[in-house]
C-alpha cells in the first residue's frame, strides 16, 4: 500500500479537498513549521498574563454569565477542565467518523493561526489522534452556532484529556482503554486551553464543507442528467445559444447554458430533431439554464464562505501579541465564533437544492407521461400489465417533500442563554446538518431522473452526445434496462450514493473533455 500524502495545516491554505482528504483518511496532518512562531508568540501572551495576574476573560475569569468570578492562579487548569467536563454535554446520534475527522482538522488548523494561545501540546494532541485514528464519540445535537459549537467540541476535548469515549468500529469506547492500548498519553489543560478547544465554529464548517465538496460533483452531474433528459424527449439547444445569455449576464445560468451545449455536442437526436415543428419546450427543459444557473451561482456564494472560514480565527477571546506594548489589551473579546455567515449561506443553498430537486421531478413527469412523450406510459413493455418506472416518480416526489421541509431557514430561530449574556445565536451547525441532509436527498431525486431518462433512451432510434453515453454506461454498471417489472430500490441508492462520492464525473470528463465551471 502506498503511503498516504500529508497535509499540511498552517492556518492559512486549508482547503476543502484536503479536508476531504483528512476526513476520509486518505491523508495524515502535520503542522507546518511555518505556523509555531505565531502559536509561541500567542501562547507567550497568556503566560504573561497568568503570571502578573492581570484580570482577562477566558484566562482567570469565569465564563459567559459569569465572566465577572475572578479565578485564582491556582485554580486556572481546573477552571478549564471544569469547562470541557460541564459543556461535554449533547445529545442525538453520534457524529460520523468523516465528519467528527473534518472537524477536527479545522479545529487544529483554526489554532495554527496563531491567535488562540493554546498550549503548543493541545495542537500536538489534535494532530496525534488524527494520525492515530483515534476518533471521539460526539452526539450531534447541541451547538447553537454561537459561542462556537460548544458541545460537541467539548466532547472532542473531553477525548483530548483522556475521558469521554472514542469510536472504535463506530462502538463507542472508553478513551482511556484505547490510550493505554495504543501506549498514548493524555494532554493536561493549562489556562485558555480548554476555551480554545471548544469556542469556534468547526462543527457547523464541517458539516457545511461535506455537503459542499458532494455539491462541488452533483451539480455537474445534474447538469449531465439534464442533458439525457433533454435527448430523452428530444429537446431542442436553441435555448442554450450564448446570445440568450448574454442578453441576460448572470454567469451561472451563462455557464450552465455553455455545459449543456458541451453536453449535448455531437447528439445525433438532437440533430434529427434540429427542424422539427415543436415550437416550445416545456419550462423544465427550456428555462433549465436559468433555473440551475441560479443553483449554482448559490453554490459559488457556499464555496466561497467555505474557503474563509476554514482558514478563519474563531474562537474567543482572540490574541494579538504586541511584543513592544505588552498588556492585556492584547487578548480581545469578540464574535468571531457567530456562525451568521454559516447559518445563512447554508440555508440558502438547501432552498437552491430543492428547486434544482423540484424542476428534475418535473422533467421525470416529461418523460413518463405518454401524452407528452410518445413514448410508452411510464415506460413499461407492456403498460397496463406492468407498471414501469411509474413508482420512481413517486420516490423521487417523497424525496422531494424532505427537501421541502429542509428549505424552512434554520437561522430563522435564536434563543437567549447564558443569563441573556448570548442573547442572539445563528443555529449554524443545525443549519450545515440540514444542508448535509438535503444534499443526501437532492442525490436521491437525481438518481431518479437518471433512471428515468436512461430507459426513455432505450427508445431513442439515433445516438445521444459522447458524454450521455459515457453518463448511461455507468448507469448499466448499476441498474441495467427493463425488461419487465422488478424492484428498483437498490438501484436507485446505488445510483444516488455513486452521484455524491462515486467519481463518475472524473471519468466521464476524463473520456470527454473538462466542462465549463
Known sequence: MSERPTVHVDGTTLSPQEVMMVAKQQAIVAVSEDAWPAIHAARAVVERIVNTGETVYGINTGFGALVHERISSDDLAALQLNLIRSHATALGELMRVEAVRAMMLIRLNSLCKGHSGIHPDCIRQLA?????????????????????????????????????????????????????????????????????????????????????????????LADLILGASMDARSCSLTPSRPEIHLARAHSGQMVVAERLRSILADSEILNQHRDCDRVQDAYSFRCAPQV???????????????????????????????????????????????????????????????????????RMDQMLDPARSGLPAFLAKN?????????????????????????????????????????????????????????????????????????????????????VRSLIQRVRTVSGPLAGDRSTSAELKQLADALRNGGWLARIEAENGRLSR
Open 128 to 220: 496525534l489522534y488524527l494520525n492515530h485514528g483515534i476518533h471521539p464519540a460526539i452526539p450531534r445535537i447541541g451547538s447553537l452556532g454561537a459561542s462556537g459549537d460548544l458541545a460537541p467540541l467539548s466532547h472532542l476535548a473531553l477525548a483530548l484529556i483522556g475521558e469521554g469515549e472514542v469510536l472504535v468500529d463506530d462502538v463507542p469506547v472508553p478513551t482511556e482503554q484505547v490510550l493505554f492500548d495504543k501506549g498514548l498519553i493524555a494532554v493536561e489543560l493549562t489556562a485558555k486551553d480548554g476555551l480554545s478547544l471548544i469556542n469556534g465554529t468547526s462543527q457547523m464548517t464541517a458539516y457545511a464543507t461535506i455537503a459542499q465538496q458532494e455539491l462541488s460533483e452533483l451539480l455537474l
Open 292 to 362: 440551475h444557473g441560479a443553483v449554482y451561482e448559490s453554490f459559488k456564494r457556499l464555496e466561497d464562505v467555505i474557503r474563509i472560514e476554514l482558514n478563519s480565527a474563531t474562537d474567543n477571546p482572540l490574541i494579538f501579541p504586541e511584543p513592544d506594548n505588552p498588556g492585556a489589551h492584547e487578548v480581545v473579546s469578540q464574535g468571531n465564533f457567530h456562525g451568521e455567515i454559516i447559518a445563512l449561506t447554508c440555508d440558502a443553498m438547501s432552498l437552491a437544492a430543492f428547486e434544482l430537486g423540484s424542476i428534475s421531478e418535473r
Open 383 to 467: 403498460s397496463g400489465l406492468e407498471s414501469g418506472l411509474m413508482i420512481v416518480q413517486y420516490v423521487a416526489g417523497s424525496s422531494l417533500s424532505e427537501m421541502h421541509g429542509n428549505t424552512t431557514p434554520r437561522s430563522a430561530f435564536s434563543t437567549t442563554t447564558s443569563a441573556g449574556q448570548e442573547d442572539h445565536v445563528s443555529m449554524g451547525a443545525t443549519a450545515a446538518w440540514n444542508l448535509r441532509c438535503t444534499v443526501r436527498r437532492l442525490s436521491e431525486v437525481l438518481a431518479c431522473e437518471l433512471l428515468i431518462a436512461s430507459e426513455a433512451l432505450e427508445y431513442a432510434a439515433h445516438d445521444s452526445s459522447p458524454y
